[in-house]
């Protein structure tokens, strides 16, 4: 069970993703050579560096087909430290590709809203900026543990900086305790991948290579599955690790939340769907019903501690905790609909929650207060921020027609099928609580601060400038058009959510054992030599269903003229198994 | 079957006209904004009009999927958009466009000096479309589209007046209930979806009605489980018992509003849906016992906190509380023509008494509040003729429009077998008269007697508000006469009990009994004002009295304290949890543990090079032991 087929691994090397990794690196090398004090130009040239990067995004979507049997597109893979049996490693399926371009489009977003918000150590934060784009790409793209570990620590860098440099009052606490945070699940993670590298006796870090042997022995997985777990939890954040992410993003600048919120906590949740759970698929499996318990634990307990905030910025925070809940809750779940839906609520949540920020941003440069007791009645000072900020809460409500329906209608009716979790349906009943509790703390907020008597403290603000238009925009747009259109970005999601459910169901032995059958022979003998050399030969693979993304493939629709249907028979126990 | 994409229309023209104002509203003279927002709905009237000849004429149902537009496809789901116009979406498109047309009329005259005259008409134009997908949407998604959207302009509308913190609260009080019942109805589509799962593994479903209903023998054993999760969501939408206590404060929003969503429309989408989902309910009768219960029960337990209201849209909202269990009552007992047949005139004549409460208040210039009326019926005689005309319709005088269609629900239900059953009827029978007691009790208050100070000055509404009174008066009168037409819908819901008119003496003398007995002591009690009998009874009875005006305090209960409870839960789980057992314990503690070991790890880098060299001399004394003992 192998995505990486020979057909992929023949296919030639794309620089395109190299490109697209190392092209904000460069930009941010070259903003070093400007004056600090030319900020218009700093502004400028950032805003073009982060515009051409979304271009090359464009065309990477456009011209996504993968190799034959696999998801993956644009491979780069070259030797690179033949010693350690590191490879540099790129490449994107459908999901890495739709998080890439939410990271591409986020970006010239905030540093567009950045032109008025930040006035002080411009080129700095340009800098940061830049360079946290290159660590987030590099990560979505790395398909070796080692580029990807390098990438995930590049990420902290700016991030912290962010923070501490640029933050509010409490600055320096937030952005210490996420460091912390942070470099504990890290440490964890780069001990669970030695671990790996000598347990397959793989002595490689590629995830063509590792992915190409069998599971190592289910007892043995539970060890670098937690420390894996552990790291990306405190990304995702999962209750009750989470308690970093309130500070930070309380504290960040308007721009570091947003790319906080809109693609960094994803990166938890990706390192799950690509390294943890097909890596060690038993203890993935074994650990799913906690795995689930947590995420409804963290949908309802973000939820309601979102309802108790007074800081409109906490309360954003805090519904990411129980957004991110639902997305763990679907990508666990292991049901096609419900990991397709995670897939499309990280987009979702990045889009949403990437606005909710932004328009907290509009609202504290205009106020430099946060606290909800100052706002009131904006909706007569400030129609359009007004009307913009209800679009934006209905989408993070989940109203149908908006993107976040679709994703949140998707993870719950998956988990409710999913069948590796004892009583699912008990707790995807209880997430559903928190769609309820969604609606209040998002009306809650909006209530306080856009309707009722005008507070005396918001009277005179201003409403959106052009260029405050020109960035949000986009995202409302997209709000609509994912609720409405979901299709196309569905259809680029689904491929290769089926592979990453078969992966961690096939490559796990509990299964194999107790099917007969299966097409994964067990002690299958080892066809990739101890060395990682380029020799490598990956298991050929069966081929996996629906490989390519740009065929639309035809579905039959259940008849309902033919009354008799083969449904009214009970389930068969050849069915059951396939299950 | 027909496919028409005309149907489409329907729909579409009210979500155009309501984009129109909310982008050039608010530059655009009111006349422009009022022509665009009542054209379109007017036209959506002539459109269903059109349709309904062909459906009734027996040239089949109409079902139009949106052409290469699959909604959401993924796993085993592959929704589409499809819109159905058959016997039953028919009625309902026409009473839901009939209706919306003349409210919104009426609008153009009530909301004549509002400031936010383009917004009012986007929401409402949003409501329709809304409205309209809930009716016409071909399976449960898209039901649910509808089902959440009119959810949302209820929250739009009931805080139009948003600058008042108690109507922006009402709103949201309204939107946070309907998402209770809306978790329920997203839990039945998971259900379903499950079961569909488990039966067929490999095929896609698109969860039409049609699909629904083929498949019938796969939902049955789950049909109960299924139709009262449904049901929550009804409970939710249609305000029944537990969670009604929406609705009353609902009234915050603009009268017409009250009149369309909050009376003829929305609210009646519960009932619509078991109606539609039939087929399921047939499979439970614990289901459709529990639906006909709640309703019975919800229709007595409104009624008994009307008779003590003292706002006229506060004793309306009950009333629509009560008729609405009703309702439910009918299609609990499987009468489901007869539940929308009564869904059909109750939007008429409620309709029209909530636009005459509109007018009243607009003569009032704002008043609300019975006691300060009095004597108006010679001051707004239009208004005072046509609300007459529609409380004798609700109150069930013979062969007008609500006797027709109450007494087929109570037919139905003296008749029927499920469990309870009889008990229903008992109670249906008794709010019946309390019905005829709080509507004349209304009326006469504030129709009757001498003029009250306030309402000397009190004048007539302009003809775009009365003519629509008029229009819907008439229908309450002649509505009854509908009924045939509307037999088809039981028929094709494959109904238990045909209904007749004639079999059943014995339950329609028993309504006219209560009735009559309910207008008697109205009338002995309030006419010309409230008799010194009544003022007596009121202080002699003064503690029952204040338990139903605050409505037996379940609103108390349910609707205020337990988000509060809710709250302070999430504030006590902030400050307990998150800050102080996770940050300041746990990583406390850590953090303290560290400290300590690099506390002991400084005694040693005191920076003393003697006990450098002394720690030196030993750590080698030691090896060298070590390696020795090795050796031997």
């Known amino acids: 069970m192998n995505p990486f087929t020979p057909a992929y691994l023949s296919a030639p090397n794309s620089p395109l993703l190299s490109v697209l990794v190392f092209l904000p690196l460069i930009g941010a090398a070259l903003l070093m050579l400007f004056p600090r004090n030319e900020t218009r130009t700093i502004r400028g040239f950032a805003l073009v560096v982060s515009l051409i990067v979304l271009a090359v995004s464009l065309v990477l979507i456009v011209r996504y087909a993968p190799a034959a049997g696999s998801v993956f597109a644009f491979k780069q893979r070259i030797d690179w430290l033949p010693v350690v049996g590191a ?27 950045a032109f008025s918000q ?49 933050g509010g009052d409490r600055r320096h606490y937030a952005a210490v305790k996420f460091v912390l945070f942070t470099v504990a699940g890290s440490v964890l993670m780069l001990l669970a991948m030695l671990y790996l590298y000598f347990e397959t006796g793989a002595r490689s870090f590629d995830l063509a290579v590792l992915l190409g042997k069998d599971a190592i022995a289910p007892g043995k997985q539970w060890l670098p599955f937690l420390a894996f777990a552990l790291a990306f939890a405190i990304k995702v954040p999962m209750v009750p690790v989470h308690t970093w992410l309130p500070d930070a993003h309380t504290e960040a600048p308007t721009g570091g939340s947003v790319i906080l919120a809109g693609v960094l906590l994803k990166m938890g949740v990706y390192g799950f769907y690509r390294f943890a759970m097909p890596l060690m698929p038993d203890a993935a499996r074994a650990a799913a019903p906690a795995l689930a318990a947590l995420a409804v634990v963290g949908v309802v307990y973000g939820a309601l501690l979102a309802m108790a905030q007074r800081d409109l910025k906490k309360l954003v925070a805090y519904s990411s905790v129980s957004h991110l809940g639902f997305v763990m809750l679907g990508l666990v779940a292991l049901e096609p609909k419900a990991v397709t839906g995670a897939a499309l609520q990280m987009i979702n949540h990045g889009l949403s929650t ?26 007569k000072v400030t129609p359009a921020i007004a009307v913009v900020f209800l679009i934006t809460v209905l989408s993070s409500a989940a109203l149908p027609g908006m993107n976040g329906f679709v994703g949140e209608f998707l993870i719950l009716s998956g988990s409710f099928a999913s069948t590796g979790i004892p009583a699912i349906q008990a707790w995807t009943g209880v997430a559903t609580i928190g769609v309820v509790l969604g609606a209040a703390y998002l009306l809650i907020a909006y209530q306080r601060t856009m309707f009722g008597p005008v507070n005396e403290k918001v009277a005179s603000l201003r409403d959106l400038a052009p260029r405050e238009i020109v960035y949000m925009a986009p995202l409302l747009v997209l709000f609509f058009a994912i609720g409405v259109f979901p299709r196309p970005v569905l259809s680029r999601l689904e491929p290769s959510v089926k592979v990453f459910t078969a992966l961690v169901e096939k490559r796990s032995r509990i299964v194999a054992a107790a099917t007969p059958g299966s097409t994964v022979r067990l002690g299958a003998p080892s066809v990739v030599p101890p060395r990682p050399t380029l020799q490598v030969q990956p298991i050929p693979t069966p081929n996996l269903a629906a490989p390519n993304l740009l065929q639309r493939v035809p579905r039959p629709t259940f008849a309902p003229a033919q009354p008799p249907s083969p449904i009214t028979r009970p ?3 050849k069915a059951e198994e396939r299950r | 079957m027909r496919s028409n994409a005309l149907l489409f229309a329907i729909p579409l023209l009210p979500l155009a006209g309501a984009v129109w104002n909310a982008v050039f509203g608010r530059r655009l003279a009111r006349e422009t904004v009022a022509f665009v927002g009542c054209g379109v709905v007017g036209i959506a009237f002539a459109l269903a009009l059109v349709a309904f000849v062909g459906v009734a004429g027996g040239r089949g149902d109409v079902v139009h999927v949106a052409p290469g537009f699959s909604w959401i496809v993924a796993g085993n789901f592959a929704i589409e958009v499809r819109l159905l116009f058959d016997n039953l979406s028919s009625v309902m498109t026409l009473v839901v466009t009939g209706v919306s047309f003349l409210i919104h009329v009426y609008s153009v005259g009530y909301m004549a000096h509002d400031a936010g005259f383009a917004r009012y008409f986007t929401y409402l134009n949003l409501f329709v479309f809304a409205m309209l997908m809930l009716v016409l949407g071909d399976s449960l998604p898209v039901m649910f589209v509808g089902w959440e959207g009119v959810g949302l302009c209820s929250y739009l509308l009931i805080g139009f007046w948003f600058e008042d913190d108690a109507k922006a609260s009402a709103g949201k009080k309204a939107f946070i209930t309907n998402r209770v019942g809306d978790a329920g109805f997203l839990l039945a589509i998971f259900y379903i979806g499950w079961v569909f799962a488990q039966a067929a593994p490999d095929r ?40 009604y206590f929406w609705l009353p404060d609902a009234m915050a929003g603009p009268t017409p509003v009250s009149a369309l969503i909050h009376a003829a429309t929305m609210v009646t989408a519960g009932v619509y849906m078991v109606a539609r989902l039939g087929f399921l309910y047939a499979l439970s009768p614990v289901a459709s016992s529990v639906v006909a219960g709640v309703g019975a029960v919800t229709a007595f337990f409104a009624a008994t906190i009307a008779v003590t209201q003292t706002d006229i849209k506060k004793v309306l909202a009950f009333s629509t509380v009560s008729q609405l269990g009703f309702m439910f009552l009918g299609v609990g007992v499987m009468a489901y023509s007869a539940g929308i047949f009564h869904l059909m005139t109750h939007a008429f004549f409620k309709a029209c008494l909530f636009l005459g409460a509109g007018s009243v208040i607009h003569a009032m210039s704002g008043e609300q509040d019975i006691r300060k009326m009095g004597g108006l019926w010679s001051k707004v005689p239009r208004t005072a003729k046509t609300f007459f005309v529609a409380t004798l319709a609700i109150a069930g005088l013979p062969f007008l429009s609500g006797w027709v269609s109450k007494d087929e629900i109570l037919d139905a239900a003296f008749h029927s077998t499920l469990p309870g059953a009889k008990i229903f009827f008992g109670v249906a029978l008794a709010t019946a008269g309390l019905t005829a007691f709080y509507m004349f009790r209304l009326f006469f208050i504030v129709f009757t007697g001498k003029p009250s100070h306030e309402a000397e000055h009190a004048h007539e509404s302009p003809p775009s508000m009365t003519v629509p009174l008029i229009v819907l008066a008439a229908l309450s009168v002649v509505g009854g006469g509908f009924f045939p037409g509307l037999l088809p819908i039981g028929k094709f819901l494959g109904e238990a009990h045909p209904p ?133």
């Open chain 1, 87 to 113: 490879v540099y490693h790129l490449g994107v399926d459908g999901v890495a590709l739709s998080l890439v371009v939410l990271t591409t489009l986020l970006t010239p977003i905030v540093i567009l809203a």
């Open chain 2, 500 to 632: 007749s008119f004639s079999e059943s003496l014995p339950p329609m003398l028993m309504a006219l009994g209560v009735g009559a007995a309910g207008f008697f002591v109205a009338y002995k009690l309030y006419w010309g004002g409230p008799s010194p009998t009544a003022l007596r009874l009121a202080t002699a009875w003064e503690k029952v009295a204040t338990a139903s005006r605050e409505q037996w305090y379940v609103d108390h209960a349910l609707g205020r304290f337990v988000p509060r409870v809710v709250m302070v839960t999430g504030f006590m789980l902030w400050r307990l949890v998150d800050f102080f057992l996770i940050d300041v314990v746990i990583l406390g503690g850590a953090s303290a543990f560290a400290h300590g070991i690099g506390h002991l790890a400084r005694l040693a880098q005191n920076g003393q090079v003697q006990r450098y060299a002394t720690t030196f001399i030993i750590g080698i004394a030691v090896l060298l032991l070590f390696f020795l003992r090795c050796r031997s």
């Open chain 1, 354 to 379: 990437g606005a909710l920020f932004l328009i907290v941003g509009l609202l504290y440069e205009r106020t430099h207060t946060r606290k909800l007791s100052d706002y009131g009645g904006l909706f």
């Open chain 2, 204 to 243: 896609s479903f698109s969860l039409s009605y049609g699909e629904l209903k083929a498949n019938a023998a796969a939902l049955a054993p789950h049909a109960t489980v299924i139709a009262l999760l449904l049901f929550v969501g009804a409970i939710g939408k249609s305000a029944q018992l537990p969670l």
């Open chain 1, 118 to 166: 930040i006035t002080d150590r411009v080129r700095e934060y340009m800098i940061s900026m830049l360079v946290l784009e290159a660590g987030m790409l590099g990560a979505l793209c790395a398909l070796d543990l080692v580029v990807f570990f390098i990438f995930w620590e590049l990420m902290l860098v700016p991030m912290y900086f962010l923070i501490g440099v640029w």
């Open chain 1, 571 to 573: 389930p068969s126990p």
